[in-house]
């Protein structure tokens, strides 16, 4: 997945640019910048390949997500249907502008089951958002009817899945909003940065005005804008925006490569009848970031998880216990440890985590290994390790 594994001459060039004029800044400053609006480049070159009206890029993607929300006019004490399988900023970006997670079993998309989505929705709920982690999508389909029949915002956090699509469409150009995060390890990079893409006019421009301050970004003279409404600062630099500017003619050179290590991954593994594969959704075609599959039992797959990091077979991670992308992780939130006092709305609203049932998720997680396909491997390098994969597999499956 990670873009930074090739980074290089043409990443250079454009910071180059940026150092050359000294104009570190996005906004103002028109006559010392003989031209160069990197932060603006990446915006156009990101909206043309998402196929969206509007993008809006931002200091991270979990500000993409904070200010998609405040975009779209969500606050205190709305609901906000997520799934217990996703990278914490999901929550931290809903905490964020008050409002309440509402936590819902994945299925064997590893993302949102839209029938679990339709059982939480209550008359709070504003937002449904969907995470396509690992490199594949939820069930768009099936989201965006419910989310029209309820008047819902659909929200897709696409940070792990750019370049992939449903039904031809970009994933993040599905929903009313999209967000993309171009932190260090993600399939491109800034260094750190992330994006809002959205057809709407009015949540671009809210998502303009927020993330710098409220500014309305009329006219040339910085300090005499007017301040429609309050705001924050959400802003990226042009130094991050430079490098963004590079990997964006990239991506699709990153997910071809992507696709081809992740292929022969996926055909040595094949031929054990005892895995499965991640389910995507009919119309979906993934980013190839990762390698998802099932094993019949918790246990096998504990030792198929073991046996891989004994073997050096690296990145191969395994959710459900180890790290905290799940929701046995995240006591955090549960116990809402936070450093000063959460509003009022969340602690009234906030559903007792500790009692909910997510076993429906356990099915999913406690049998499903994915392993980060990189882009920096030799075909060569490719091979031995899908051989050496499935050898580990077959021994502990079969012994
Ligand atoms: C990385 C990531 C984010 C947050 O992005 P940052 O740029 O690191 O803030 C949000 N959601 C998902 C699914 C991610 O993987």
């Given at each position: 997945?990670?873009?930074?594994?090739l980074f290089g001459s043409q990443e250079k060039a454009?910071?180059?640019?940026?150092?050359?004029?000294?104009?570190?800044?996005?906004?103002?400053?028109?006559?010392?910048?003989?031209?160069?609006?990197?932060?603006?480049?990446?915006?156009?070159?990101?909206?043309?390949?998402?196929?969206?009206?509007?993008?809006?890029?931002?200091?991270?993607?979990?500000?993409?997500?904070?200010?998609?929300?405040?975009?779209?006019?969500?606050?205190?004490?709305?609901?906000?249907?997520?799934?217990?399988?996703?990278?914490?900023?999901?929550?931290?970006?809903?905490?964020?502008?008050?409002?309440?997670?509402?936590?819902?079993?994945?299925?064997?998309?590893?993302?949102?089951?839209?029938?679990?989505?339709?059982?939480?929705?209550?008359?709070?709920?504003?937002?449904?958002?969907?995470?396509?982690?690992?490199?594949?999508?939820?069930?768009?389909?099936?989201?965006?009817?419910?989310?029209?029949?309820?008047?819902?915002?659909?929200?897709?956090?696409?940070?792990?899945?750019?370049?992939?699509?449903?039904?031809?469409?970009?994933?993040?150009?599905?929903?009313?909003?999209?967000?993309?995060?171009?932190?260090?390890?993600?399939?491109?990079?800034?260094?750190?940065?992330?994006?809002?893409?959205?057809?709407?006019?009015?949540?671009?421009?809210?998502?303009?005005?927020?993330?710098?301050?409220?500014?309305?970004?009329?006219?040339?003279?910085?300090?005499?804008?007017?301040?429609?409404?309050?705001?924050?600062n959400f802003r990226i630099s042009e130094l991050n925006?430079?490098?963004?500017?590079?990997?964006?003619?990239?991506?699709?050179?990153?997910?071809?490569?992507?696709?081809?290590?992740?292929?022969?991954?996926?055909?040595?593994?094949?031929?054990?009848?005892?895995?499965?594969?991640?389910?995507?959704?009919?119309?979906?075609?993934?980013?190839?970031?990762?390698?998802?599959?099932?094993?019949?039992?918790?246990?096998?797959?504990?030792?198929?998880?073991?046996?891989?990091?004994?073997?050096?077979?690296?990145?191969?991670?395994?959710?459900?216990?180890?790290?905290?992308?799940?929701?046995?992780?995240?006591?955090?939130?549960?116990?809402?440890?936070?450093?000063?006092?959460?509003?009022?709305?969340?602690?009234?609203?906030?559903?007792?985590?500790?009692?909910?049932?997510?076993?429906?998720?356990?099915?999913?997680?406690?049998?499903?290994?994915?392993?980060?396909?990189?882009?920096?491997?030799?075909?060569?390098?490719?091979?031995?390790?899908?051989?050496?994969?499935?050898?580990?597999?077959?021994?502990?499956?079969?012994?």
């Amino acid at each position: 997945m990670p873009g930074f594994e090739l980074f290089g001459s043409q990443e250079k060039a454009q910071v180059q640019d940026v150092l050359d004029n000294g104009v570190l800044m996005r906004y103002g400053f028109d006559g010392m910048r003989n031209g160069h609006w990197k932060a603006k480049e990446l915006e156009k070159a990101l909206a043309a390949r998402m196929q969206t009206k509007y993008a809006q890029l931002v200091s991270s993607g979990t500000s993409a997500l904070t200010v998609a929300l405040v975009s779209a006019g969500v606050g205190a004490g709305d609901e906000v249907i997520m799934p217990t399988f996703t990278f914490v900023a999901t929550f931290e970006s809903i905490l964020a502008v008050g409002a309440i997670p509402i936590l819902v079993d994945i299925d064997d998309t590893l993302t949102l089951d839209p029938d679990a989505v339709k059982k939480a929705i209550t008359s709070k709920t504003k937002v449904v958002m969907p995470v396509h982690m690992c490199g594949s999508m939820a069930n768009m389909g099936a989201l965006k009817t419910i989310c029209e029949e309820n008047q819902l915002l659909l929200l897709e956090d696409a940070c792990q899945a750019i370049g992939g699509s449903y039904n031809g469409k970009p994933l993040g150009s599905i929903g009313d909003m999209g967000c993309f995060s171009f932190d260090y390890v993600k399939t491109i990079t800034c260094g750190e940065g992330g994006a809002i893409i959205t057809n709407t006019e009015t949540y671009y421009k809210n998502a303009d005005h927020y993330s710098d301050h409220g500014h309305d970004h009329v006219g040339n003279d910085r300090g005499a804008e007017t301040h429609p409404f309050l705001g924050y600062n959400f802003r990226i630099s042009e130094l991050n925006a430079a490098v963004g500017c590079a990997q964006i003619n990239r991506l699709d050179e990153f997910i071809a490569l992507q696709e081809k290590h992740y292929t022969i991954l996926r055909k040595a593994l094949s031929d054990i009848p005892e895995i499965t594969f991640r389910r995507v959704p009919d119309g979906g075609v993934e980013n190839y970031s990762f390698l998802n599959f099932f094993l019949p039992t918790e246990e096998l797959t504990q030792k198929v998880h073991k046996a891989l990091g004994e073997s050096q077979i690296d990145a191969c991670f395994y959710w459900f216990d180890n790290n905290w992308h799940y929701y046995r992780k995240w006591g955090h939130l549960f116990q809402q440890k936070s450093l000063g006092r959460l509003p009022k709305d969340v602690l009234e609203g906030i559903p007792d985590y500790t009692q909910e049932d997510f076993s429906k998720s356990d099915h999913w997680m406690g049998r499903s290994i994915s392993c980060l396909v990189k882009l920096g491997w030799t075909e060569k390098e490719v091979h031995e390790r899908a051989a050496k994969m499935a050898g580990i597999i077959r021994q502990i499956v079969n012994p």
